[in-house]
């Protein structure tokens, strides 16, 4: 069965930046193509980011492209959303989700094509 551990999240001031890690136990790791989910309170949950499985393919929301990177190290069975610049608007719960794929395949946009999600990490953000 595939597990997924979120860590990092917190505290942080406006401007600051985190790092969020999520460790996918199994050892097919480099088949799962990866996504951050985040849902602020009275909201819907809202894709952030995408991750090929070889790493190779990203894609971002509009609302966090050139602060937020996704990233991945398939020898730790580990992916990373590094939050830059952070704003009171990304105040939320972040949830990493994982779904099978292939080498070469793509990343996937949204929270239906994803079969696996993680507990979800708070990172709230100050002014």
């Known amino acids: 069965q595939v597990q997924l551990v979120e860590s990092g999240g917190g505290l942080v001031q406006a401007g600051g930046s985190l790092r969020l890690s999520c460790v996918v136990s199994g050892r097919t790791f480099s088949s799962y193509a990866m996504g951050w989910f985040r849902q602020a309170p009275g909201k819907e949950r809202e894709f952030v980011a995408a991750?090929?499985?070889?790493?190779?393919?990203?894609y971002s929301a509009n609302s966090v492209e050139g602060r937020f990177t996704i990233s991945r190290d398939n020898a730790k069975n580990t992916v990373y959303l590094q939050m830059n610049v952070a704003k009171l608007e990304d105040t939320a719960v972040y949830y990493c989700?994982?779904?099978?794929?292939?080498?070469?395949?793509?990343?996937?946009?949204?929270?239906?094509?994803?079969?696996?999600w993680g507990q979800g990490t708070q990172v709230t953000v100050s002014s």
């Open positions: 989700a994982a779904r099978a794929s292939y080498s070469g395949g793509p990343y996937y946009l949204r929270s239906n094509e994803y079969s696996y």
């Open positions: 991750i090929s499985a070889s790493g190779g393919s990203t």
